[in-house]
Every structure is written in C-alpha cells, then in structure tokens.
DNA sequence: TATGAATGAGTATTCATTCAT
DNA sequence: AATGAATGAATACTCATTCAT
C-alpha cells in the first residue's frame, strides 16, 4: 500500500531483525499457547507471514528448538553466575543453593516446551539428532555446574554430576508435567521435594 | 486373526468382549504410535468401526484412561506381592528393593502415556477432572507402598510418603521422555538413577 | 438384569403403553432441543432402546410428524371450544378473537417443530406424502374455524377462507424463527401483529 | 467451462477472484441442496480445497451469510430502482406495487436460506451476533421503502413501518417452506396472498 | 415385542508445509 | 527476502438406521 521509508538495513542487518523477531513471537506464542501453539499465530505476531518464517526455520520445531537453546544457554549463564555472587554474600552458600534451585524449578513453561520437544524427538529421528545435541550440551554443562557446587559445599558426589544433572532435569520436568495450573501466590510444592532430592543427593542435611 | 468359537454368547458377554478387544487394540496402537494413535487405527485394529468404540468410550482419551488405569492397579498390585515375598525370601530386603524399582522403571511405554495425558489434562479441564482423581488415587496407593517398605527396612522418611511417591513418579515420566528408543536389551541407566535417589530418601547407603 | 413382575398386560395394552411412552418422551425432548433431537435421546428418555422405537415408527421424522399431528388436532378442539363459549360470555366476540390468536401463535416450540418438518418435507419426498396430508387436514380445518369466526362477527372474506388460514399459518411461522429465545414474561409483538393482520383480513378496525 | 486468459493477476486480483468463485458456488450449491450443502461441495465446484475455503471465511455459516447479504442488498436496490420508474410509468403505482411485491416473493430459494441461516442462529449464539446484524439491517431499509412507498401512494399506515416489514419478510419465510417444489409456469399462490395482506395493511382496496 | 451392539458414511475444522510470484 | 494463497491429508466425533437374538 505505501512506500516504507526506512533507514536503509543491509541485507544481512534486515535478515537478522526478522530472525529475531520471528523468535520474540515463537516465545511469546510459546508461552501463551504451549508448544502447539501454530505457525500461522507465531508468524502472526511477528509481523510477517508463514513463508517468511519457512525461510528462517526449516520446520517449526527448529524454531521451537532454537527458542529452547536460548532459553537453556542464559539459564546455564544465570546458574554461574550465582554460584559466583554466592560466594562472596551474606548467607553463604547454602542461600545461594537454594536460589539455585528455585531457578531451576521456575520455569514451568520452558519445562513444558522441553517436554513437547522431547516427545517430538521420539517421533521424529531426524529432529532427535538435533534435540539430542542440545540436551547433550545442556546436560554436560548443569552436570559441570553441579561439581563444581559441590566443591564449593565440600560435598561428596555419589554418582557422576552429569548423572545428577539429568535427574534434576529430569525430575523438574516430572513435576512440571504433573502440576495443576495453581492460583498465583501460591508456593509450588515442587521445588521444595527438589531441593530435598538435591540435599540427599549431595548428601548435606536438610535444612 | 484366529477363528472364534462362537459357543453362543451372551448379550453381556459379548459386550464385554468388545470392549475388550477395543482395549487391547489401544494398548497395542498406544505401544505403537504413543497417544496420537488415532480412533481410526484402534477401532480397526480391534476389527469395528469407530461408532462401536464410541459406543464403548465416551472419548478416545477417556478410553486411554481405562487402559492406564488398568495398568497402574495391577502395577500396584505387583510391588505388593513384591513386598510381601521379600520378606522370606533370600537376599532379603535389599534385593527386594531393587526388583521393586526396576518395576517401578521398567514401563517406559507406560510412562509414555501417562505424560501424555497428563499434558492432555493441562488442556481439557473436563479430561483433568478424570485424570487426577486416577492420579491421586494412584499416588495415595503408592505412598503407602512406600511407608510399607520404609517400615520393613528400618528408614525414617524425610518427608511425607506421598511426596516421595510423587517424585518417584516425577522422576519416571522424566526420564522417560529423556530416553531415545534403544535396543532391547540394553540396560536402562534411569534405572540405577532412580535406586539412587530412592535410597538416599530413605537414608539408606547406597549398595 | 432383575426380572420385572408386571400385572400381566396383554400383548396389545403393552404395545400401546410403549407407544406412548415414546411419543410422550418425543414431546420431551423436541421441547428442550428442537426438531434436531437425537434418537438416542428420545428413546433414553422412554425408557426404551432405539430399536425399539424403530418397532413402532419407520423413521425419526415420522414420529416427530406423530406428536405433532396431535398437537394439531388439540389446537383445533381447543379452538373450537373458545369459538363456541365465547358467544355467552362477556367480553364478547372481541375478547374472544383475542384469545383465539393468542392461542395460535403462543406455542413457539411447535411453530419450531412444524418448520423443521416442513423443510425435510422438501428434501424427502416420501416423507412429504405425510407431510401434506397432516398439513392440508390441518389447514382446512383452521380454514372452517376462520368461516365460522367470520359469521360470528359478521365479517366478510375477503379470500377464501383456506388461504387465510394458510396465511396465518405461514405468518406464525415465519415471525416464530424470526424470534430470538427472549425472557420468560415479555410478551411477544409477533402476536400483535398477527393480529392486526387478521382484523384486517376480515375487515375489521383494530382495537 | 471456460479458459482464463491469465493476463498476470495481481496477488489482490486473484484473492479477490478465488473469494468470488467461492461465492459463486455457494450460491450455485445452495441452490441445489440448500444450507446444509457441504463444505466439501462448495470448494469442490468452486475447484479449491476446504482449507482454501477457510482461509477466505472463519465458517461455512458466515460464507453463507455472505451471499445472503449480497443478495439482501441487490433486493433492496431492485426496489428502490422499482418505486423510482413506476413513477414515470404507465399503469401507475398500482401496477409498480404489484410488480414490487412478486420480486419480494419471487425468491423461493433465497428465502429457505434465510430460513436456516435464522434456525442456525438460534442454535449459534455467536453466529446470531452476525445474523441479527444483517437482519436489523435488511429490515430497517425495507420498512423505509414500505414508507415511502406508503407516501407514493397515499396510504396510511397502520403500523410502525419497521413491522410492516418484519410482517412482509415472516409471510414470505412462511409461505416459502410450506411451498412444494412447483411445476414451472405455474404462477406461485403466495405472491398474491402477499399482495393481499399488504393492501389491507395499507388500507388500500383490493384490485 | 424389544434389545442393543454395531454400522458406515457423514460432518466441520485444523495444520504444517509448499511454491509461484 | 518475503509473500500469502492454496494444498491435502488428517482429526475426533455424530447419527439414523439395521438386524441377529
């Protein structure tokens, strides 16, 4: 209809703004919706349409995935981050820990997400090949997380820490599964079995 | 398949020989295909059409259900009879405990399906009713389960039974979606993870 | 299940008592649901199997024609009756006309009932045969009772009286549809108007 | 039937068009089969797939609610084009009112999809929304016609001229449905009838 | 006479994906 | 690079009707 006046992007800047925004909305969609959440609704709230998303992601769940890798990698940065801080505040380690935990367990919707891709990678073995490389990596770096936790509370692990990753993932999104969606303000019974399971497993005391 | 001898049925017997069949052909396509198996292929594999199962099952999930439920009771079943022969038998206890939770672990097709209902329920708030009151049911059995055994091994539970019982669960339908479709044969390393965990709940050493 | 001890109907009484219980449970449901009632529900609601309504009535639309051919013919009686004591009673042949039309058009439902027949009379030609029949007794009959209204209050036709029946009927009908369910107690202005059409078809002022 | 001389369409050209022959052969289905025509059928004729259908309108009913406001629309044009002639003409306005209302009562088939778009309404709250909409629409330029109508021919009305209306269309639903498929030729009863009651309505006299 | 299990063809609607422009 | 119209196959579910018992 009218003739867009624009500041001139590069092909490339102009690419990567609509990749981007082609994201923001699968997150937003995501987590209004669920994983079924459909292609013409992401592309929708982008701004743009089904074949515009088609030429970033060659299906929709590489786009889902792509939003899960994100999601994971700033988790894993976060996760560092406070085992930093940790050290040096008030509290000590053992706040820290359970901060730790809680953001882990928060995520109900990313829970979610993981899960549907998951039982989409069952289905699909050529979607599986990626899924798996990013669970992998995910997995080896909580796994790497976890060690170095338990040097920093001198406790002893009693299996490999990638192991124990993969239960507390595991097990988060056992219960993400699981969850009624509750009133707000309520305080989510699972994050506290959680934090017990991880105590035992580190073999501290409960609190 | 196999010609039925037609030894002159019953109007009831007949009938619950359809729905038989109808539950069977779910359990196979559900083995199959997982929960996305459709009316079409399970009334077919059951040799009727879809209004017969529909005669039989208010919903296709509803019948899926019935087939979980089936199954969970006569899992319960199963660890009882477990607990009770432990107890005179050799290895005692400990073996006992692991057998149990192989049986606990083993059923990853079951798994399978209870997550996805479980997702289901998340979405049709009338289906939900349905399901947590099988899941309660399920949970509040298994927790008592779980005191049994705590009992017999001398453990004090650090937390309620059926919070242990929930994570149980958790950690099952976790480690479920986690796994690629092996070989068979192959031993599942969730099994030993779970054995951890349980132990460590019940502050047993580790064997 | 339990064998039922009954007084001992004959063949005949027993045939009759279940016709009747389907045609009642037909009335039933066609009040709550309209013409689209299901078998099922009509014969749930007797207390009898759909087979067993199909003993008693060829087809579903020849059972709903049944219940309306006698809501026809009371409607007529009941005419009949107004049109014989409003002549020694008070208020008049005008009172009474008032009365007669309010009878005609009150009973949305049946208006309803009468449409959807009709239209499957269009689609069915078999069922048609029946259709007309009942329609054309009907009309005639109402026809009689207008030529009689029209001596009582010394009117003159100014059409044959079949076709103003015809138009009566057809404009019940038509404002019937045209009505959205309203609240229980407003009155209804299609009957107003019914009647403004009838005072001038027979030439009469309004009131 | 015919070759389209592909002449390069825009993409808002052949959006446009693929929406027309949409339309076309809803028209073309309803009129052979009435409303309950199938989605099937109509994208079919139209030579599309259901899911093009869909893109173009949210539900059948709405498709069909399409052509009826289209024709709806031409109605009332062809009677306004009708009172503004019969003016300059020869025979008069009598011979024009005549001329108005067989095209109001010409329509058998327009007027049964009206009918079942108006039984869908009462089914369809959301649907009604959409309905009474049009309807309110159509009959308030109807009743402005029937005014100035009135004032062309010197009449007195006896009655809001909105009613008058709403009495014209209910007649003519009404008479539509009790019509039998009639041999060609034969002049349709109803169209005089119509004529009548319209007369009386404005209290002119008969012809 | 009444049963009720089973039929089978039907329905509207949804969806990820493709491809000519 | 982005469009968006169109695909086509799949989905759960409904219903009047039949028929062996």
Redesign the interface.
């Known amino acids: 209809m009218e003739k867009p006046v624009r500041t001139r992007l590069t092909r490339g800047e102009s690419q990567a703004q609509t990749r981007l925004r082609l994201l923001e909305a699968a997150r937003h969609e995501v987590a209004r919706q ?1 994983a ?1 959440a459909s292609v013409r609704d992401i592309a929708e709230t982008a701004g743009f349409t089904q074949g515009a998303l088609y030429a970033h992601f060659d299906s929709k769940e590489l786009l889902l995935l792509e939003i899960l890798r994100e999601h994971m990698s700033s988790e894993i940065e976060a996760l560092e981050t406070l085992l930093i801080t940790s050290r040096e505040q008030a509290g000590g380690i053992r706040a820290a820990l359970n901060l730790w935990l809680d953001a882990l367990n928060s995520d109900e919707d990313w829970a ?1 997400l993981a ?2 891709l ?2 989409h ?3 699909d073995a050529s979607f ?1 090949h990626h899924y ?1 490389q990013l ?1 992998d990596g995910h997995n080896q770096a909580l796994g790497k997380l976890v060690e170095r936790l338990a040097i920093e509370v001198g406790a002893t692990l ?2 490999p820490a990638r ?1 124990i990753a ?2 507390l ?7 993400a ?2 969850r ?2 509750t009133k707000r303000g309520t305080p989510d ?2 994050g506290s ?1 959680i934090k ?2 991880l105590n ?2 580190l ?1 501290l005391p ?1 609190e």
């Open positions: 669920g079924s979610l899960v549907e998951q039982m990678a069952r289905r599986a798996d669970f009693s299996m192991d993969a239960i993932t595991a097990l988060a999104h056992g219960m599964i699981q009624r969606p019974p699972a079995m017990v399971v035992r497993l073999e409960d």
